[in-house]
């Protein structure tokens, strides 16, 4: 496909600009989203402006507020460019930053008109759905090619937001619109391979049971983040996880035990209560990096991804940058780590919330109150299984929330395509519900959040309710 030419244009604007600074020795200040999407997007512009001869600053943050940008403003910054967020706060920063050049590359909902000082580059100005169609790591990705055709390496990093934002929406888990345009350039570049397969983590790179253990999309009850009962129900099933000496990845398996375990994991699946539609969801495209080592977790797109998010959640998205620039040693190490310990949590939270009746249901949602139990930086990552396991059993968002130590509640709230079709805009309905209780919200139709104040969640969710039923045609 592809790239429409109003959409390019506005990828030519950001280049001068940065030019100039570098060109003057000015450091350029680089504030980014604590998500895959937004480790890969300011990994990129990263790399962009190393590979330029300027020098950078990278800080990882899980919103912007008042706080953040005066935070950023002490440094003095001639120049600050927002990756994976900042549409959603236009107003703020061109109060805080009115001196400085600014440079916003996202793909979330546009809030406020654009300060004259401000550069920003967000598809669906250009009428591109940001939330299917491209991630803020592939506007990035774009604008690193029009800077310099040399950066068409960083092409699968391009895709790993897409994945981490889970736009795999099209036939087979299969991307769609501009995600489509780098895929195929990444396949040309010799640097990406594709194939329809089971979808564990670690395809080509990890054990069978560990593989299994390792998924989480969709979450499977009883064997996610559970190697011993992975390697129970392998045995059962007659699936050897050894060939002699050698532990067999899920590349291994003939036909005919890829049939035999994808029967016997929709059987499980749906004997836990999950829907039945939620069981293809463990067929789809594979996404192999060719460029990166099969003995490592990043030779997977998806396992790159997850790998990003969880270090970006467990608060150590240094190394994830790490490794999107370039390191292969001690940050691969390190990332593993982090991984094995994300994923346990998860299994943790979601086991909290399955052993009681943890979700209320009201008219138009699902509400998870969590409170100091879930992180509130994964508080999000449950909604998402959640909603994902087909558990839910009527046409509702689910709406999460997590307290944190600042006295704010995080908010995360999640719906199925086929609820967006029936007119439900979940970014504007954080944004409207928020913005009536002293706090900040947005996002996309599909996935949105906000922050409120504490004492302020039950008023919250009541106004949440009644807009989305005044918005749904369900």
């Given at each position: 496909?592809?790239i429409?030419q109003?959409?390019l244009?506005?990828?030519q604007h950001a280049i001068p600009?940065?030019k100039?600074?570098i060109?003057?020795?000015n450091?350029?200040s680089?504030i980014?989203?604590n998500?895959a999407d937004g480790i890969?997007?300011?990994?990129i512009?990263?790399?962009?402006i190393l590979?330029?001869g300027?020098s ?9 507020d008042d706080?953040v ?5 002490d440094?003095?910054p ?6 994976d967020f900042?549409s959603?706060y236009?107003?703020?920063?061109g109060?805080?930053?009115n001196?400085q050049d600014?440079?916003?590359f996202?793909h ?8 004259q000082?401000v550069?920003?580059i967000n598809p669906?100005?250009?009428n591109?759905?940001g ?7 592939g ?10 055709i040399r950066?068409?390496?960083?092409a699968?990093i391009?895709?790993?937001g897409a994945?981490?934002d889970?736009?795999d929406?099209?036939?087979?888990k299969?991307?769609?619109g501009?995600?489509?345009?780098i895929?195929?350039e990444a ?11 089971l ?8 054990p069978i049971y560990r593989a299994?253990a390792y998924?989480?999309?969709?979450f499977i ?12 129900f392998?045995n ?6 050894k060939k002699g ?5 899920l590349?291994d398996l003939?036909?005919d035990?890829k049939?035999r375990?994808?029967s ?12 039945s539609?939620?069981?293809?969801d463990?067929i789809?495209?594979v ?9 490592t977790?990043l030779?997977?797109g998806?396992?790159?991804s ?5 270090c970006?959640?467990?608060?150590r998205?240094?190394i994830?940058i ?9 940050s ?10 994300y994923?346990?949590k998860i299994?943790?939270?979601?086991d909290?919330?399955?052993?009681k009746?943890?979700i209320?249901?009201?008219s138009?949602?699902y509400f998870l109150?969590a409170?100091?139990e879930?992180?509130?930086?994964i508080v ?5 299984i959640?909603?994902g396991q ?5 046409l509702?968002?689910i ?5 944190s130590n600042?006295g704010t509640?995080?908010i995360s ?17 954080m944004q409207?519900a ?7 919200g947005?996002?996309h139709?599909?996935?949105?959040g906000a922050f ?10 009541k106004?949440v309710d009644e ?5 749904s045609?369900i």
């Amino acid at each position: 496909m592809d790239i429409p030419q109003d959409f390019l244009n506005t990828l030519q604007h950001a280049i001068p600009v940065i030019k100039k600074h570098i060109e003057e020795g000015n450091p350029i200040s680089i504030i980014t989203h604590n998500d895959a999407d937004g480790i890969a997007s300011g990994s990129i512009i990263s790399k962009t402006i190393l590979r330029l001869g300027g020098s950078f600053k990278t800080t990882v943050e899980k919103r912007l507020d008042d706080q953040v940008l005066k935070k950023v403003l002490d440094e003095k910054p001639k120049i600050v460019v927002f990756t994976d967020f900042g549409s959603g706060y236009l107003e703020n920063i061109g109060k805080t930053f009115n001196e400085q050049d600014v440079i916003i590359f996202d793909h979330h909902l546009i809030t406020g008109e654009k300060p004259q000082n401000v550069t920003q580059i967000n598809p669906l100005e250009n009428n591109i759905d940001g939330s299917r169609e491209i991630a803020a790591s592939g506007v990035c990705y774009l604008f690193a090619k029009t800077v310099d055709i040399r950066n068409r390496d960083l092409a699968n990093i391009g895709l790993i937001g897409a994945l981490g934002d889970q736009q795999d929406k099209g036939n087979q888990k299969s991307f769609t619109g501009l995600n489509t345009f780098i895929e195929e350039e990444a396949l040309s570049y010799g640097l990406l391979k594709k194939t329809v397969d089971l979808i564990f983590y670690g395809y080509e790179t990890r054990p069978i049971y560990r593989a299994l253990a390792y998924t989480t999309s969709p979450f499977i009850p009883g064997l996610s983040g559970r190697e011993d009962n992975c390697v129970a129900f392998l045995n059962h099933i007659s699936i050897d996880i050894k060939k002699g000496d050698k532990m067999r990845c899920l590349s291994d398996l003939t036909e005919d035990e890829k049939k035999r375990l994808f029967s016997a994991l929709s059987n499980h699946m749906i004997s836990q209560g999950c829907d039945s539609s939620s069981v293809h969801d463990i067929i789809g495209t594979v996404y192999t990096f060719k460029n990166e080592a099969p003995s490592t977790p990043l030779r997977d797109g998806r396992e790159y991804s997850s790998l990003l998010n969880a270090c970006a959640r467990m608060n150590r998205p240094s190394i994830g940058i790490s490794i999107c620039l370039g390191d292969r040693n001690e940050s691969i190490k390190e990332a593993e780590q982090v991984v094995d310990d994300y994923r346990r949590k998860i299994g943790t939270y979601l086991d909290w919330v399955r052993e009681k009746d943890r979700i209320k249901e009201l008219s138009s949602i699902y509400f998870l109150d969590a409170g100091f139990e879930v992180d509130e930086n994964i508080v999000g990552v449950i909604a998402s299984i959640l909603q994902g396991q087909g558990i839910l059993k009527d046409l509702k968002p689910i709406i999460s929330a997590a307290n944190s130590n600042d006295g704010t509640i995080k908010i995360s709230a999640r719906g199925a395509d086929a609820i967006i079709q029936h007119g439900l805009h979940l970014g504007k309905i954080m944004q409207e519900a928020a913005e009536q209780h002293q706090g900040s919200g947005g996002g996309h139709d599909v996935a949105a959040g906000a922050f409120i104040p504490q004492d302020k969640i039950n008023e919250f969710i009541k106004s949440v309710d009644e807009i989305v039923s005044r918005q749904s045609t369900i």
